[in-house]
C-alpha cells in the first residue's frame, strides 16, 4: 500500500461508511414510500445508488414528500 493511501485511510473510511449508510437509508425509504415531490421510485433509486453520498442527500432534502 502506498504511503499516500495509508494517510488518507482513517479519512476515507468514515466516508465510506456514511455513504453506505446514507444510500441504504435512502432506498429503504424510496422502496416503502409512494410519495415523492419529483420523480419517481426508479428515478431516485438510481440517483440515490449512483450519486454516492449527493444522491440520498438530494433525495432526503428535495425528493421525498412530507406525507
Excluded at 432506498?27 to 415531490?37: A, E, G, L, Q, T
Amino acid at each position: 500500500m502506498s504511503d499516500l493511501i495509508k494517510e488518507y485511510l482513517p479519512f476515507l473510511i468514515p466516508l465510506i461508511i456514511i455513504q453506505f449508510v446514507l444510500m441504504i437509508a435512502a432506498v429503504i425509504h424510496i422502496i416503502r414510500h409512494d410519495k415523492f415531490r419529483f420523480g419517481n421510485k426508479a428515478l431516485w433509486i438510481i440517483i440515490s445508488v449512483f450519486l454516492n453520498i449527493i444522491g440520498p442527500v438530494l433525495y432526503f432534502t428535495i425528493g421525498r414528500s412530507d406525507d
